[in-house]
């Protein structure tokens, strides 16, 4: 009786073991709450729960791989990464192993603004002044963000004596020359231009011309740019045939200083004009535009009207801000009025795009505050000006500043977007002017291959 009586306790015992046994192999029922070792078992894996936040690191390899990533390249010429060891964690790798997303050295190194798909794009040129040189920088800002505390330095040529700087306060400051450089400090919102800033030089020997372009962070960056391109100077008239095809070449008229896109169908038959810039004694008076200021004067001379308007990429008289719209007056016999089409200043800052069908007498007209004043050059104060200077023009009325999927190219439009002039920095600069040809946009583009010469390139539809 008694051996029963124990065999029934230790098969009860052994059955008792049993189910302890299974129930701490068994996994866990969902929402069964587990007590002593087994509430453990969630932490054992904390590599695979915490992997997601590898992914702060690897989101940073945008920055050192931009165009103005710091340190060196591959062979294929795109910049290496500089993400340490560890960055990208395969799947049980200790999360301890990743180095800080807001790590000190990344944060101070000079590279793309965090965030940005493509950098700020500087776009440099010159043209003859007088007896002197004229450079001008303008900076075209993706729409991602806006840069704090810009610093713009030009490397003059050696030996040039500066002869004028311009400056637009309080946005835009010349801070002076110095050990053959001339600097800046600016402010850039995003989705703009910003610039031009412009100097005048004479003298000294001929040489590389570089911007470099700086900005605080954080993160700090820094973008360079070479010459695109030496504009001609404005010179006397120039024939321009208008034929019934049109060009897919923005042509050079002459020695004119005068670019013209002729697009399709412009003329029913072919036609010769004559196109001319004109001084200031042609202006309008200053009551047909109130506040204004009369950027470019261009006289076109034709047989007849055209059946869609010739776009002339007109000398601006000083570096302006690149997308500011233009107010088009033409001369007729009861004075000046005002047409419907408007123009608009090229991503250089130096060009000014005019639709012209009807011969005549034209004037771009720019408000009062896009001309930029001289700065002081000699030392003594800069005056203070009663109205603020503009140094930026926002893109947002024609989407953005810059091309998309083009880093290197920029865009400056009408408010209608009837005309677009399209600029690719280089070097060498290619111009191309954009106007509505049934459902696309048609282009008439010119690469400039060297400060004297131009060829024509295919056209391009957007």
């Known amino acids: 009786?008694?051996?029963?009586?124990?065999?029934?306790?230790?098969?009860?015992?052994?059955?008792?073991?049993?189910?302890?046994?299974?129930?701490?192999?068994?996994?866990?029922?969902?929402?069964?709450?587990?007590?002593?070792?087994?509430?453990?078992?969630?932490?054992?894996?904390?590599?695979?729960?915490?992997?997601?936040?590898?992914?702060?690191?690897?989101?940073?390899?945008?920055?050192?791989?931009?165009?103005?990533?710091?340190?060196?390249?591959?062979?294929?010429?795109?910049?290496?990464?500089?993400?340490?060891?560890?960055?990208?964690?395969?799947?049980?790798?200790?999360?301890?192993?990743?180095?800080?997303?807001?790590?000190?050295s990344v944060a101070q190194e000079p590279t793309a603004v965090a965030g940005l798909a493509v950098a700020p794009l500087p776009l440099l040129t010159a043209r003859p002044a007088g007896d002197g040189m004229q450079y001008s920088l303008t900076l075209a800002l993706p729409p991602d963000r806006g840069l704090d505390e810009v610093r713009v330095e030009l490397t003059l040529p050696a030996g040039s004596a500066v002869v004028e700087a311009l400056e637009a306060r309080p946005a835009l400051l010349w801070l002076g020359a110095d050990n053959g450089r001339a600097t800046w400090r600016a402010a850039a919102p995003p989705n703009s231009y910003v610039g031009p800033f412009s100097v005048t030089v004479r003298g000294g020997r001929a040489g590389a011309v570089e911007a470099r372009v700086t900005w605080s962070g954080p993160p700090a960056g820094e973008v360079r740019a070479r010459l695109a391109a030496q504009l001609t100077p404005v010179g006397p008239a120039a024939p321009l045939a208008v034929s019934v095809q049109g060009s897919s070449v923005l042509e050079t008229l002459g020695d004119s200083g005068v670019l013209a896109a002729v697009p399709d169908g412009a003329a029913g038959t072919p036609a010769t004009w004559s196109v001319r810039v004109v001084g200031g004694e042609a202006d309008p008076p200053a009551s047909v535009e109130p506040g204004g200021w009369w950027a470019a004067v261009v006289e076109a001379v034709g047989p007849s009207l055209l059946a869609a308007p010739v776009v002339l990429l007109v000398p601006a008289r000083q570096p302006v801000a690149p997308g500011a719209e233009a107010r088009l007056y033409r001369q007729t016999d009861a004075g000046w009025q005002e047409v419907a089409a408007r123009g608009v200043v090229a991503p250089d800052g130096l060009q000014i795009a005019i639709p012209v069908d009807v011969p005549g007498l034209y004037a771009a007209a720019l408000p009062g505050y896009y001309r930029l004043q001289p700065?002081?050059?000699?030392?003594?104060?800069?005056?203070?000006?009663?109205?603020?200077?503009?140094?930026?023009?926002?893109?947002?009325?024609?989407?953005?500043?810059?091309?998309?999927?083009?880093?290197?190219?920029?865009?400056?439009?009408?408010?209608?977007?009837?005309?677009?002039?399209?600029?690719?920095?280089?070097?060498?600069?290619?111009?191309?002017?954009?106007?509505?040809?049934?459902?696309?946009?048609?282009?008439?583009?010119?690469?400039?291959?060297?400060?004297?010469?131009?060829?024509?390139?295919?056209?391009?539809?957007?």
């Not at 015992?13 to 078992?41: K, M, Y």
């Not at 940073?60 to 010429?77: D, F, H, K, L």
């Open 375 to 462: 700065a002081a050059t000699d030392g003594s104060s800069a005056v203070r000006l009663a109205v603020p200077r503009a140094a930026s023009q926002r893109c947002d009325a024609f989407r953005s500043c810059l091309l998309a999927g083009e880093p290197t190219a920029a865009s400056a439009c009408t408010v209608d977007q009837n005309l677009c002039v399209e600029q690719d920095a280089g070097p060498p600069l290619v111009t191309r002017v954009c106007t509505p040809q049934e459902a696309a946009h048609t282009c008439a583009s010119q690469t400039a291959a060297s400060p004297a010469t131009v060829s024509g390139i295919a056209p391009r539809q957007r």
């Open 1 to 104: 009786m008694r051996v029963r009586s124990a065999a029934r306790r230790l098969a009860v015992a052994l059955v008792g073991l049993a189910l302890l046994l299974g129930a701490d192999l068994a996994p866990a029922a969902p929402g069964h709450l587990l007590t002593g070792a087994a509430a453990q078992e969630p932490t054992a894996t904390p590599a695979v729960a915490q992997e997601p936040t590898a992914t702060p690191v690897a989101a940073q390899e945008p920055i050192n791989t931009s165009a103005v990533a710091q340190g060196p390249t591959t062979p294929t010429g795109a910049p290496e990464s500089t993400a340490t060891p560890g960055a990208a964690q395969g799947p049980g790798a200790s999360p301890a192993a990743q180095p800080p997303a807001t790590s000190p």
